[in-house]
């Protein structure tokens, strides 16, 4: 049975408890494989999405590598993954290249491929879409946020929930 690993700490957790947890957990459409290289453990992250495809779920990954090299590596475990991703956003992220226009991507260089059904009428569109921040307060407090922005954006946001519990706003940061 593959695990996923890290080379950098983490924990071992086998996959089929992981599908397990996915599919137990709060309602979500899918899952999205990210950071770290999900192709440096293409087997086990493969395996994953196999797993919450079966169930209905969606699967996007992102990779630092492009799809054409991915594709003439030839490698089993590789092609297992492309083939359990409905969505691939490909390229390394550039510095240089920063985009906040597009949706989900943070660099000019990164591409969209759509690789099933799922969501390719998002093809036609995606370069129209606007750039999202999503951010989730939750009862306790936390806040959690998904997408990207210029830093401005995520400091603004910072300083506006900078508020007591009286409701009077705090100096920015101090909350």
């Not at 493969?46 to 594709?71: D, H, K, M, P, W």
């Not at 936390?142 to 990207?148: A, D, E, S």
């Amino acid at each position: 049975m593959p695990q996923t690993w890290s080379r950098h700490g983490g924990a071992l957790i086998d996959t089929d408890a992981l599908i397990d947890a996915i599919l137990l957990g709060p309602a979500v459409e899918g899952v999205t494989f990210l950071g770290g290289e999900p192709f440096a453990q293409a087997d086990a992250v493969a395996t994953i999405a196999e797993g919450v495809r079966r169930n209905g779920l969606s699967v996007v990954t992102f990779t630092g590598y492009q799809i054409e090299g991915l594709i003439g590596a030839q490698r089993h475990d590789y092609d297992r993954l492309l083939d359990a991703t409905d969505l691939l956003i490909d390229g390394p992220f550039d510095q240089d290249l920063v985009d906040f226009s597009r949706p989900w991507v943070g660099s000019r260089n990164q591409r969209y491929h759509f690789l099933t059904a799922r969501y390719a009428g998002l093809a036609d569109e995606i370069m129209n879409m606007p750039n999202r921040l999503e951010v989730r307060i939750g009862p306790d407090g936390n806040v959690i946020t998904g997408g990207l922005a210029p830093p401005q954006v995520g400091r603004s946001i910072i300083d506006s929930l900078a508020v007591t519990t009286y409701g009077e706003k705090s100096p920015a940061g101090s909350a």
